[in-house]
């Protein structure tokens, strides 16, 4: 099993920025791809950003590309998701997730290990 933590969320104006953690433990050695994911109220969980192994691969959803920055230490088992230009629409619960294929994906479906999320709001 793989454990994720997450931290960093909280409250935060427009045009601000913050920065997400997760801290990885467990059996880490089985974890490839590492992602954000957020879920507002009333909405699906949707993909923010994923990132492969060697952080060589990216993905992020349209409506953050040029925003947010995705990134990981393997010497430290962490994925970063830096948010600048934050906008009330960015408002949701952020999750960190972590999947065993090679091939990351932009579906939940497609990932193995969750945290228990962090609240991001984001004041107009």
């Known amino acids: 099993q793989v454990q994720l933590v997450e931290s960093g969320g909280g409250l935060v104006q427009a045009v601000g920025s913050l920065r997400l953690s997760c801290a990885a433990s467990?059996?880490?050695?089985?974890?490839?791809?590492m992602g954000w994911f957020r879920q507002a109220p009333g909405k699906e969980r949707e993909l923010v950003a994923a990132?492969?192994?060697?952080?060589?691969?990216?993905l992020y959803a349209d409506s953050v590309k040029g925003r947010f920055t995705i990134s990981r230490d393997n010497a430290k088992n962490t994925v970063s998701l830096q948010m600048n230009s934050l906008k009330p629409e960015d408002t949701a619960v952020y999750y960190c997730?972590?999947?065993?294929?090679?091939?990351?994906?932009?579906?939940?479906?497609?990932?193995?290990?969750w945290g228990q999320g962090t609240q991001v709001t984001v004041s107009s």
């Open positions: 990132i492969g192994w060697s952080g060589g691969r990216t």
């Open positions: 467990g059996s880490i050695f089985s974890v490839n791809g």
């Open positions: 997730a972590a999947t065993r294929a090679f091939c990351i994906s932009r579906g939940h479906q497609g990932y193995d290990y």
